[in-house]
């Protein structure tokens, strides 16, 4: 593939031909690996950091499983017994079955999938499960305080196999209490979706410029008189054991610090751990975003709040990396032009920031993924989420490459695109530039995307409610997919073909309108929030397009040819017109906070799905035989000892497969089971 970069290198040149990528394939996941490219170049204090920052990542493990749902670690202790203590037939039916419901359980850090968020329905017998939990030993029971064998075994059993029961980890309908409809552990017994709006709406100040994350690292419960409260997430507070751990690793990653800044930015983290003050983690995301300099970084805390219905709460989770020198020029140039891109926008002017502040971003090489960015992950952040805070101090946006990479090389050759482009030339375009125009629609997605506009005074930064995450991302997306049709690319020379964007554009479309839907069950609505996004970008621009192409064609449309539905565009540039109509809407509605034009928007073009589309792409899909979701095992990071027990060096290895290293991460870090 020939891949056009910045610095006018192959984007794969540093990818080892030898590297064996695939790991493991169940139910509707493939487990890849990642390559660690330029490891090497770091010094030993690098190397030291990156392993204490990962020890760090990985004590966090047991906080995204409990998150998730309250009885997620009972059950992965539970299943995990009876998997390592099993001595019947391993080539059982039931034994096969298990075996695929306990991956599926580690790789959606409980027991709903990681993307639909519906529970796992498990193939194996009740009666096999209960035969099995009755030879484990009493005293080896994961037992709750005051929890009997037998409570334990009947309220676990009925979780796992009734399907009414805990039935959508989150539950985005707003027609319905999102609160008390989903099964994630963000709220306490009992708690209404009223009363937790109630609640905050009682302690927000709509006249604070500089407002806190409400509900960041908070859990809301109801006290023993029925009164709303938060449990916050800290030290002495929800998750201390765990916190505890983290603490102890980033205090020896500050020790080995490459600057000052860096140095400060992790001594503020842990103070907001320690209090749980969210004005503290507002000065450490500060501190992170204004600390460009550092080669070694990472995200580790409360971050993105997609598995809270009400889109408040942060979901635990870390990225460890280092800066990818050759390509971070490309990001670097984006960055240094971010007040153009704003200027330019066709959102209206009362939206636009007048001066663009702090935009810096980078592309970075994965070293660590954990809590909810592992196993599955993005392949790029835009960092902090606060939106004062991005108008006043800037943003940090990373494209992850080494995942990109590996998601890229794991692909060759699976018959996608003679399944489903419509021409050769459309996909001979593709396999010329998707590689470059994806990267650069994460880029300029994270990057301005999510950095771009502002706020009305006044408005609320929750006023989208349940649909937030949705809009928020489909305002990125239509902002990086109406730039990169944009001659300032060429002019920048991060493309050397005005034409490259369209690889991108009928990408996206295809995804949008067809592929995509091979990650849902035939009948299901579309619910994540990514997901619902494309879709609506997607169906929009289809709706909108009607009769408006050149000589009067659909700008896009859906032909049939052999039989097979394909996506026909008819007018590229007409399309970017259309994204830009779209994108100014997008941002008129987020900031305003408007949130009934919000939801129509999510509700015409968003969640709904052609069944009959839908079944036809099963189908096709079905003889390629490409797992919808993939994900990623971590390498493992050694330690190199001298004699007088110091840390010198570390090494890095991938000698696991997929059942070795979640069974290592349950026996070596869970911090809130042992």
Not at 35 to 64: C, H, N
Not at 142 to 163: D, K, S
Not at 368 to 381: R, V
């Amino acid at each position: 593939m020939l891949i056009t970069t910045l610095a006018g290198l192959n984007a794969n040149a540093a990818v080892d031909p030898n590297f064996n990528y695939h790991v493991d394939r169940f139910a509707d996941i493939e487990v890849l690996r990642y390559e660690v490219p330029e490891f090497d170049r770091l010094t030993p204090d690098q190397r030291k950091m990156l392993y204490y920052l990962s020890q760090a990542a990985q004590m966090g493990r047991d906080i995204i499983w409990d998150q998730n749902g309250r009885y997620n670690l009972q059950i992965r202790q539970l299943l995990e017994k009876i998997y390592t203590g099993y001595t019947g037939d391993r080539s059982s039916q039931d034994f096969k079955n298990f075996e695929t419901y306990l991956k599926q359980v580690w790789f959606g850090n409980g027991i709903h999938h990681h993307y639909s968020t519906d529970k796992f329905k498990p193939e194996f017998s009740r009666d096999f499960f209960l035969a099995e939990v009755a030879k484990i030993p009493a005293v080896d029971l994961p037992l709750a305080p005051g929890q009997t064998p037998e409570e334990m075994t009947a309220t676990l059993t009925e979780v796992i196999f009734n399907p009414a029961v805990m039935a959508k980890r989150v539950n985005q309908d707003g027609t319905q209490d999102v609160v008390a409809t989903s099964a994630g552990n963000y709220y306490g017994e009992g708690v209404t979706q009223a009363e937790v709006e109630a609640y905050y709406n009682a302690i927000k100040d709509p006249a604070d410029a500089t407002p806190v994350s409400y509900g960041l690292n908070a859990k809301v419960v109801k006290d023993k008189d029925g009164n709303i409260k938060e449990e916050t997430y800290c030290l002495n507070g929800l998750y201390g054991p765990a916190i505890a751990r983290i603490l102890y690793w980033l205090g020896k990653a500050k020790d080995v610090a490459e600057n000052d800044r860096q140095k400060a930015h992790i001594t503020a983290l842990m103070d907001y751990y320690i209090t749980g003050d969210l004005k503290k983690f507002d000065e450490y995301s500060i501190l992170w975003a204004e600390d460009t300099a550092s080669d070694v970084d990472f995200v580790n805390g409360f971050i993105e709040s997609y598995g809270d219905p009400l889109g408040m709460t942060g979901a635990w989770e870390s990225y460890v990396n280092f800066r990818n020198n050759v390509s971070s020029k490309r990001t670097q140039t984006i960055s240094e032009n971010a007040q153009w891109f704003e200027d330019n926008s066709p959102s209206d002017k009362r939206f636009k920031k007048e001066k663009v502040k702090g935009v810096s971003a980078k592309v970075i090489n994965a070293a660590m993924l954990a809590g909810d960015a592992f196993p599955s992950t993005a392949i790029g952040i835009n960092l902090p989420n606060s939106n004062w805070i991005r108008a006043q101090h800037g943003s940090k946006s990373v494209t992850i490459e080494n995942i990109t990479e590996a998601y890229d090389m794991a692909s060759h050759g699976n018959g996608f695109n003679e399944e489903f482009v419509i021409d050769k030339p459309t996909s001979d375009l593709m396999d010329k530039y998707l590689y470059i125009t994806d990267m650069l629609h994460t880029d300029l997605h994270e990057c301005l995307g999510h950095g771009s506009g502002k706020l009305l005074p006044g408005v609320d930064p929750d006023a989208l409610k349940e649909n937030g995450s949705t809009l928020e991302e489909a305002r990125a997306d239509i902002f990086a997919l109406y730039y990169l049709a944009d001659p300032k690319l060429i002019e920048l020379g991060i493309l050397d073909n005005p034409n490259a964007y369209q690889a991108e554009y009928y990408k996206y479309m295809l995804n949008g309108l067809m592929t995509q839907l091979n990650r849902i069950e035939l009948g299901n609505d579309i619910e994540e929030a990514h997901m619902r996004n494309r879709q609506l970008i997607a169906g929009w621009v289809l709706e909108h397009g009607k009769k408006k192409g050149k000589g009067g064609k659909d700008v896009v449309e859906l032909v049939k040819k052999n039989g097979k539905t394909f996506v026909k565009i008819n007018d590229y540039q007409a399309m970017r017109g259309l994204f830009g109509d779209l994108l100014a809407e997008l941002q008129r509605i987020k900031s305003e906070g408007d949130y009934k034009a919000g939801n129509d928007l999510v509700q015409k073009y968003a969640v709904k799905v052609d069944k009959n589309l839908h079944k036809e792409v099963l189908s096709r899909f079905a003889k390629l035989d490409i797992p919808p979701y993939r994900g990623f095992i971590n390498p493992v990071y050694t330690p190199v000892v001298d004699e007088k027990g110091e840390i010198t060096d570390v090494t890095i290895s991938w000698p696991e497969n997929y059942v070795e290293q979640m069974l290592r991460l349950s026996r070596d870090y869970s911090p809130l089971t042992k």
